[in-house]
């Protein structure tokens, strides 16, 4: 199956001789990704003859690549990397759960267990949820905290989605996004969306800062989603928490320790969401820590 692979991938994935193999799709996992490496850890601590391969695709052979994986019976599923979260859930939206339909995004595809449908994929976004578990002690022992999220793209829908499904009842939370966002029973939610610009006059009331941006990024690692002047006018209690992980301490974090300001870095986000990835494409009786021990 890899020679059909090789005609429609950028790259090269050289892997054939597995029994089972499991993929990252995006326009150059290849050059970096770390889920390959994270999950071959595993694959080599269960002694498995599986893979996971990067596959470098251009969106116009995205959907050609997908019926191939689909099809082939020895692909388990896999990893969804930006740009193509969007477009990968279009492509099952039909199979997947009603609060990943309120995403619109995956970043995991895999065969359904204990059902008939073989030839089909089904997703999840284990952005939010994993992305919950670096601060769940912090909206669990505290009420009515109110809580800013930055940006609305595919992973602030999903920590949103999460938020809401554990603690919608318990906090306020304010969205930053370059334009207002329009919510059903934002009132009832406790949800509050403001322009990126209205951050300035909102900071001062937030208890926690969340940046689902990608602004920071190793590609753009001096940028910052919030200036440093604005930062200075935060509560000396505000915990500023950056999803990114490349850099572990990206420009906003680094300003907020400036200021001494109680920060996380989005690292234990990264191997969390990667281990229930794995949980949810393979076959396993690893639990979700030693899944996580294992590949950190």
């Not at 498995?48 to 990067?54: F, L, Q």
Request: proline residues 4%.
């Amino acid at each position: 199956m890899f020679k059909y692979l090789n005609n429609i991938i950028d790259n090269q994935a050289m892997e054939s001789s597995l029994d089972f193999y499991s993929v990252i799709i995006g326009t150059n996992p290849s050059r970096g990704a770390r889920s390959p490496t994270l999950w071959n850890k595993v694959y080599k601590y269960e002694e498995k003859n599986i893979r996971m391969v990067p596959l470098d695709v251009q969106e116009e052979k995205l959907e050609q690549l997908f019926y191939i994986l689909k099809e082939d019976k020895q692909c388990l599923g896999g990893s969804v990397a930006v740009p193509y979260k969007e477009k990968v859930f279009d492509l099952i939206k039909d199979n997947v759960k009603e609060e990943i339909k309120a995403v619109g995004a995956v970043n995991c595809f895999y065969r359904p267990r204990f059902t008939n449908f073989v030839n089909e994929f089904t997703g999840t976004n284990t952005d939010g949820e994993a992305a919950l578990e670096p601060i769940r002690d912090l909206v669990t022992k505290n009420n009515n905290l109110t809580i800013g999220l930055l940006g609305f793209g595919g992973a602030g829908k999903a920590i949103l989605a999460f938020l809401l499904k554990d603690f919608k009842e318990r906090h306020k939370i304010h969205i930053f996004n370059r334009s207002p966002v329009n919510f059903k029973n934002s009132k009832k939610f406790g949800l509050h969306s403001y322009s990126l610009n209205d951050l300035e006059t909102y900071l001062p009331n937030l208890d926690l800062l969340i940046n689902s941006t990608s602004i920071g990024h190793i590609e753009s690692n001096i940028s910052t989603p919030v200036p440093a002047e604005i930062l200075k006018k935060a509560k000396k209690t505000l915990v500023v928490y950056d999803i990114i992980y490349d850099p572990i301490k990206t420009t906003l974090l680094k300003n907020s320790e400036e200021i001494g300001l109680e920060t996380i870095n989005g690292l234990r986000m990264n191997l969390i969401q990667a281990a229930l990835a794995y949980r949810y494409t393979n076959p396993t009786n690893l639990v979700i820590e030693e899944i996580h021990k294992i590949m950190n």
